[in-house]
């Protein structure tokens, strides 16, 4: 009996090399049956906060994009429309109300720029390689300058008036044009980073501006056109009409209402 066993087995195989290979045999299916399951995990739950991530930056970036409109596409250019608008009064009530409408839409732009400056350092990668982050740095600091400027304003009729308004006026109207064009790029920005149609956002900024800018410049041939008869009466005034003597002037002068 013992030399049939030699002669079937010549070779001897130890006791746990065959219980480990039975434990191998059983639990490799199980293991590689898990496998698939743990890796589906990791790639959902990594895909969900990817997901997740993307939200908040797409909110993140569309509230950036609305403060800094707010500010520097609606408050500012109406702010300084409405100081225009007080170049033609000549009573004291009427010129205080614009002056103060005119502070507080431009106090207004000045916090929601900012706000919209703060968050954009701590929730966005600010590298600068773009013409959009750039100008936005260069715009926070000249609208604080211009805060700054029209705070220490000095009184009407003193020697340094006419300087501080020009300095204000230029100053003013750079920050307003850098603003309404960095508004268009932040537009083209957003597009590049999410991949959204801005088409209709585009079109009505545009006539937004269209119409500040209209009325800005009507300001100007208000009084002429009101003179030509266009918007008051039904007789036209002729070029000679418009010649007055000193005391017809003075007359015009004393009868206007405030």
Known sequence: ?????????????PASSILFLLLLLTFQPVSSSQQPYKNENFNTSKKDHSQKMSSSLLFDITLHGFL???????LMPVGILVIRMSSREQCGRRLKFYFYIHTIL????????TAGAVMSIKKFNNAFNNSHQRIGIGLYGMIWLQALIGIVRPKRG???????????????????LLGVFNVYSGLFAYHEKTSRSIRIW?????????????????????????????????D???????????????????????
């Open 68 to 74: 800094l409109w707010a500010s520097m596409g609606f």
């Open 1 to 13: 009996m013992l030399f049939l066993q030699k002669r079937m087995f010549p070779f001897s195989i």
């Open 106 to 113: 431009q106090i207004l732009s000045v916090l929601l720029v």
């Open 158 to 176: 003193s020697n340094t008036r006419s300087l501080w308004f020009f300095i204000h006026w230029m100053l003013g109207t750079a920050v307003s």
């Open 202 to 234: 585009t079109i009505i900024f545009t006539v937004e501006i269209s119409l500040i800018s209209f009325f800005y410049l009507f300001q100007d041939k208000l009084e002429y056109i009101q003179k030509q008869g266009v918007i008051l009466g039904n």
């Open 236 to 258: 036209l005034i002729t070029p000679t009409d418009q010649v007055l003597s000193p005391n017809d002037k003075q007359k015009e002068l004393t009868t206007d209402p405030c």
